[in-house]
């Protein structure tokens, strides 16, 4: 490869980069307004707000997509080149599918406003549930910026935290539809919300085991937390 063509190569791989950085800005922005809805009685355009995001989130993807297919065609990258674009693909998908929870989060947010109990839930412990996730998808996408295999390790271990935080969200909920039959409706909405607060952690995970992949080159897609940071010490 020409050094002409090295430069144009490195470029058009930091745009990809910025590409997905960007694209997870915008995700980033879209859950903080989720969950200002989530917690507020009024939603103030925020729902409109993240509906308009998530269109912008999807046109990132197919861009962002279409510049990978490109520089594979056009540079054919090998060894970590190759690993990097090949993540990248699969990091936009991530970041998509948090958009689409994020607006599941959002819409139903409305559902569950109105109910004293149903609103404490909301209020402390989904909206807290919430945030682990904001937290984990903005370490995610920092481990992704400095390929940071230590802070992928550690979003892998944050996911735990929000499984243990759906299933305490789960059992408060069927308490609420055993003592009240009038709150199953509302308190459903609230068990979707949490579920996908769950899948946003998930997604954020995913992110965080592909910058594994990329630097280490080895998948840990299926590997447990224990053998990911195992990976990740072996450095």
Same mark, same amino acid.
């Given at each position: 490869m020409s050094d002409h063509t090295?430069?144009?190569?490195?470029?058009e791989m930091e745009a990809i980069r910025s590409g997905v950085l960007s694209m997870g800005g915008l995700v980033e922005r879209q859950l903080a307004r989720a969950i200002e809805a989530l917690e507020q009685d009024e939603d103030h355009g925020l729902i409109d707000a993240v509906a308009a995001?998530?269109?912008?989130?999807?046109? =990132?993807?197919?861009?962002?997509?279409?510049m990978c297919a490109q520089v594979i065609a056009r540079r054919q990258p090998t060894a970590v080149d190759l +690993?990097?674009?090949?993540?990248?693909?699969?990091?936009?998908n991530d970041l998509e599918r948090i958009g689409d929870e994020v607006k599941k989060v959002a819409y139903k947010a409305a559902g569950i406003r109105g109910n004293e109990g149903l609103t404490r839930t909301r209020n402390f412990d989904v909206?807290?549930?919430?945030?682990?996730a904001q937290g984990m998808l903005h370490k995610a996408l920092d481990a992704f910026a400095r390929l940071d295999?230590?802070?992928a390790a550690e979003v892998v271990d944050d996911d735990d935290a929000i499984d243990h935080a759906f299933n305490a969200i789960l059992r408060?909920?069927?308490? =609420?539809m055993m003592e009240d039959p009038r709150t199953i409706t509302a308190a459903l909405e609230a068990v979707f919300i949490a579920?996908?607060?769950? +899948?946003?952690?998930?997604h954020a995970k995913n992110i965080a085991?592909?910058?594994?992949?990329?630097?280490?080159?080895?998948d840990v897609r299926h590997a447990s937390a224990e053998q990911i940071r195992a990976e990740v010490a072996g450095e």
């Amino acid at each position: 490869m020409s050094d002409h063509t090295s430069k144009q190569f490195d470029a058009e791989m930091e745009a990809i980069r910025s590409g997905v950085l960007s694209m997870g800005g915008l995700v980033e922005r879209q859950l903080a307004r989720a969950i200002e809805a989530l917690e507020q009685d009024e939603d103030h355009g925020l729902i409109d707000a993240v509906a308009a995001d998530e269109h912008a989130i999807n046109r =990132f993807q197919v861009d962002i997509d279409q510049m990978c297919a490109q520089v594979i065609a056009r540079r054919q990258p090998t060894a970590v080149d190759l +690993r990097m674009v090949l993540t990248v693909s699969k990091v936009v998908n991530d970041l998509e599918r948090i958009g689409d929870e994020v607006k599941k989060v959002a819409y139903k947010a409305a559902g569950i406003r109105g109910n004293e109990g149903l609103t404490r839930t909301r209020n402390f412990d989904v909206a807290r549930m919430a945030s682990g996730a904001q937290g984990m998808l903005h370490k995610a996408l920092d481990a992704f910026a400095r390929l940071d295999v230590n802070a992928a390790a550690e979003v892998v271990d944050d996911d735990d935290a929000i499984d243990h935080a759906f299933n305490a969200i789960l059992r408060q909920l069927i308490s =609420f539809m055993m003592e009240d039959p009038r709150t199953i409706t509302a308190a459903l909405e609230a068990v979707f919300i949490a579920k996908s607060i769950e +899948r946003i952690g998930d997604h954020a995970k995913n992110i965080a085991e592909s910058v594994v992949q990329v630097v280490k080159g080895k998948d840990v897609r299926h590997a447990s937390a224990e053998q990911i940071r195992a990976e990740v010490a072996g450095e």
